[in-house]
C-alpha cells in the first residue's frame, strides 16, 4: 500500500511569510508524528497525534508553530512569521496501535527561509 | 531526556569488511528501534528488539540489546557499497505512554567499494 506522503517536496519562502506543510500517513495508522532534521544532526520531536487530538506538543519551539489534524488522517505543520533558523528538513511518520510503535516516514519537506 | 546516543559517529570501512555500531541510553525502555537514512531523507525502519530480546537478525543485520548496561549494537556484515547511509538508534521517551522517539546524532556509515 501507499507509504507516507509529503508535500511539498521543497519549499522556499522569505523570511516572515507564512508557510503550511501538510502530511499524509498511512491509511488507518491512528498516531503521526512531526520532527525535524537540521543538517548532521538528528531528527528532533516537535508533535505528535492520536486520533484528532495532539497527545504531546513540547518540542514545538514556540508559538509560531502550530500542527491539526482535524479528521484523524491528514495532517497540517503550520510555521507563522518564518525565520531563517526555521530552516530545515520537517519529517512526518505514522504509526497503527500496538505495533510496538514502529514509525513509518514519509520523505520529508525540505524547507529553506531566505 | 531519553535521547539514544550512538558511537561511533563516523565509521569508513572497504566493501565486504562488518560494520558495527553501538547505542547507548538512559532508563528503561519496552524496545529499541533502529534506523537508517539517505542523504539527509527518507529515514528507513531497520529493526525493533524489544527489552525481553538479547539478539534479533534481519539479513546481514543483527542487533543487540544489554537493558543492564543500556545499550545496543547494529551490527551489518559483508557490508555493500549501498550501506552507506546514517544510522540511527530511537529509544521511545521514557515519559509513560508516550509514544515520540528520541534521538542521536547517529553513526555515519561510509563503505567504500
Known amino acids: 500500500g501507499a507509504g507516507v506522503s509529503q508535500t511539498p517536496s521543497n519549499k522556499v519562502t522569505e523570511k516572515g511569510k507564512y508557510v503550511e506543510l501538510r502530511c499524509d500517513p498511512i491509511s488507518g495508522h491512528t498516531a503521526l508524528y512531526w520532527y525535524r532534521q537540521s543538517l548532521g544532526q538528528g531528527p528532533e520531536f516537535l508533535i505528535y497525534?492520536?486520533?484528532?487530538?495532539?497527545?504531546?506538543d513540547s518540542g514545538l519551539p514556540n508559538d509560531r508553530f502550530f500542527a491539526v489534524r482535524p479528521e484523524g488522517s491528514v495532517s497540517t505543520l503550520k510555521i507563522q512569521r518564518t525565520e531563517r533558523g526555521d530552516s530545515a528538513v520537517y519529517l512526518c511518520?505514522?504509526?497503527?496501535?500496538?505495533?510496538?510503535?514502529?514509525?513509518?516516514f514519509g520523505p520529508g519537506t525540505r524547507l529553506t527561509v531566505l | 531526556s531519553q535521547q539514544g546516543e550512538e558511537d561511533p559517529q563516523a565509521l569508513s570501512i572497504q566493501e565486504g569488511e562488518n560494520a558495527t555500531m553501538n547505542c547507548s541510553y538512559k532508563t528503561s525502555i519496552n524496545n529499541l528501534q533502529w534506523y537508517r537514512q539517505n542523504s539527509g531523507r527518507g529515514l528507513v525502519h531497520l529493526i525493533l528488539?524489544?527489552?525481553n530480546e538479547r539478539e534479533k537478525h534481519s539479513g546481514r543485520l543483527r542487533v543487540t540489546l544489554d537493558t543492564s548496561k543500556k545499550s545496543s549494537s547494529l551490527l551489518i556484515t559483508a557490508s555493500r557499497a549501498a550501506d552507506t547511509a546514517s544510522y540511527f538508534c530511537a529509544p521511545p521517551s521514557n515519559a509513560g505512554n508516550n509514544r515520540k522517539l528520541i534521538w542521536g546524532l547517529g553513526t555515519s556509515l561510509a563503505v567504500n567499494p
Open positions: 497525534f492520536q486520533g484528532t487530538g495532539a497527545a504531546d
Open positions: 511518520a505514522s504509526s497503527s496501535v500496538g505495533n510496538d510503535n514502529e514509525q513509518f
Open positions: 528488539i524489544r527489552s
